[in-house]
Nanobody, 121 residues
Framework: QVQLVESGGGLVQAGDSLRLSCAAS????????MGWFRQAPGKGREFVAA????????LYADSVKGRFTISRDNAKNTVYLQMNSLKPEDAAVYYC??????????????WGKGTQVTVSS
């Protein structure tokens, strides 16, 4: 069974930076693309970023382009989301997921439980 555990969330001020981590179980981590989604209270789950299994290809939502960077370390079975210049509208529960990245589309298969990011103005 695949297990994804997010960490690194917290309370920051607008303009600050934060790095989220997602540790994955299993021996086939590099076979999966990985993605980040977020969900604010009362809103639907929103795609944030995705990265291919090898780390060679990335995809970002327009709302985070230029501010967020997704990366992965397959030796550590970990994917990261570096968030810079955080805005209050970035506040949400951030979820990690594995799946497939095909062109401009990421399809999630399994989800972590999420980590809370709060951004004050």
């Amino acid at each position: 069974q695949v297990q994804l555990v997010e960490s690194g969330g917290g309370l920051v001020q607008a303009g600050d930076s934060l790095r989220l981590s997602c540790a994955a179980s299993g021996r086939t981590f590099s076979n999966y693309a990985m993605g980040w989604f977020r969900q604010a209270p009362g809103k639907g789950r929103e795609f944030v970023a995705a990265i291919s299994g090898s780390g060679g290809n990335t995809l970002y939502a327009d709302s985070v382009k230029g501010r967020f960077t997704i990366s992965r370390d397959n030796a550590k079975n970990t994917v990261y989301l570096q968030m810079n210049s955080l805005k209050p509208e970035d506040a949400a529960v951030y979820y990690c997921a594995n799946g497939g990245l095909y062109g401009h589309s990421f399809s999630a298969i399994y989800w972590g439980k999420g980590t809370q990011v709060t951004v004050s103005s």
